[in-house]
């Protein structure tokens, strides 16, 4: 960035000032020669609008001669990002993905630019190996920079007690956009922007869209739309491959299968990376000893997918499969209609509720289902508790343990040991300030609109105990997502998908299974139509386990769409 905005941390402006070089590079002429043999000369005025905030980029835009400024509007003005002189070029993740520009570019002095279209520029990233890593370092770099300035034309006047602002924080901060928070219970000058847009504290959580449009308690699918997060495409459109979620398996599937020409589309229901995308820390994956964090892992998986073609959109949700004939049909809830030769179904699971009658009242106001950055800071310095004796629920327990002040993990188990990585075992027994309570479950939650306190029950001597805990994070068993898929594919009594072996002879219906052969690997009971991940019956439930199955099963998909 020009100059980093003073409400971004020292540590995020003193990296972004070390990488701006990568930033914004300069092409060099061989780079920009190799580009003119597929991009247009096009010239441009001083004055002119090349991309306007909201607008789809219509062209990945290089400058040859002139000056394009790029500025990010917000409440208070325009404020300069870059300018772009010959050598420099346009853009940040969105025009990979075909999404609404965050920024305004206009030309400060008038000379000429090389413009490639979609298509064009995905060949480059595709099959130039120089110019693609150029251009996803800085794309990745761009956006980076713009969520952490906190800054632009995205504006979210919430509350700390509002269940709904947290969850509109959830999907936009998982999802990587950029938007400036504004809280109604501390922000001395909340008033004058609510007077501002017509608007009162009652309807909180309000999203001001570019600055122009007031959104009221808006649902993921309506901040998507406002924001045009999605790639357009035609209704009609028959997909080789339709991913249904993109969680590890989903996008590993997306990636393999785009870059081996496949014509995919992604849809998923929240943000990238599912239930993994949650995790605050993953140190077992494979290639990072270190540790990556869920969002950051599925992030880069998500950019891998774009990058060979795929189209990824959120708050997607898929509503019912039509499978009496092919290619299938997906509803979704917005009532749009995908078509597919082949579906992986890789749609997940959720964290098991538990049987408490007011559980629902709570949710996003004291219980919490991931343990992000977003949700550490509204427990700083405060008790919670955390239930569940997996990996999830230990990497919830060392992440919090650092800004909470008591953690109380709870498991139904007599130990650890059985279900959890022996690192985190040893990591939380070493912490001063987590306190593990074995065979213990919650029993009640109290509290009017915000939980209160917690009676937890100990199985040893049936005793209860109340605490004035106002925080729990729910980490415990799987329920998979497979609603929208009755009456099409065979399910095991839990609800998971049968897949290859699994499925039994009187499972395969004669009038949907037409083939000679026997469902293979990861093929459900219905032709074409796959399953991989924790949704997935008998699956391990593991990141690099559903990651394995995503690409594996893209094999089996081209053996499908060529029968």
Known sequence: MSTPPAGMSAATQKLLRQRREQMFPTLTTAQIARLEKRGTHVPISQGEVLVQPGERYRKFLVVLSGAVEVVRPGLTGEELVVVHTPGGFLGELSVLRGAASLVLARVRESGEVLALDDEQLHAVVQTDPELSELFMRSFILRRV?????????????????????????????????????????????????????????????????????????????????????????????????????????????????????????????????GQAGSSSRIENYLGFPTGISGQALAGRALVQAQKFGADVTVASIAQRLSCDKRPYTIELTDG??????????????????????NLARFTNAGIYYAATAVEARLCTAQDIIIVGGGNSAGQAAVFLSASCRQVHLLVRASGLSDSMSRYLVRRIEDSPNIKLHVRTEIAALHGDAQLEAVTWRSAADGTLEKRAIAHVFLMTGAAPNTHWLQGCVRLDDKGFVRTGVDLHADELVPGQWRLARAPTLFETSLPGVFAVGDVRSGSVKRVAAAVGEGSACVQLVHRALHE
């Open 145 to 273: 920079g713009l969520v952490a300035s906190e800054q632009g034309d995205v504006v979210l006047v919430g509350s700390r007690h509002s269940a709904d602002t947290l969850r509109v924080q959830q999907f936009l901060t998982r999802n990587s956009y950029p938007y400036v928070a504004v809280d109604a219970d501390r922000d001395p000058n909340v008033q004058v922007l609510l007077d501002r847009f017509h608007v009162s504290v009652n309807d909180i959580p309000v999203v001001l869209c570019r600055n122009d449009r007031v959104l009221k308690n808006p649902s993921n699918e309506q901040l998507a739309a406002c924001l045009g997060m999605n790639p357009q495409f035609a209704d009609d459109r028959v997909r080789d491959m339709v991913v249904v979620g993109a969680g590890p398996a989903g996008l590993a599937a997306a990636v393999y299968a785009a870059s081996e020409g496949l014509d995919v589309l992604v849809l998923e229901a929240t943000a990238p990376g």
């Open 336 to 357: 749009h209609r995908v078509r597919a030769r082949t579906i992986v179904i890789a749609s997940g699971a959720a964290y098991r509720l538990l049987p408490l009658e």
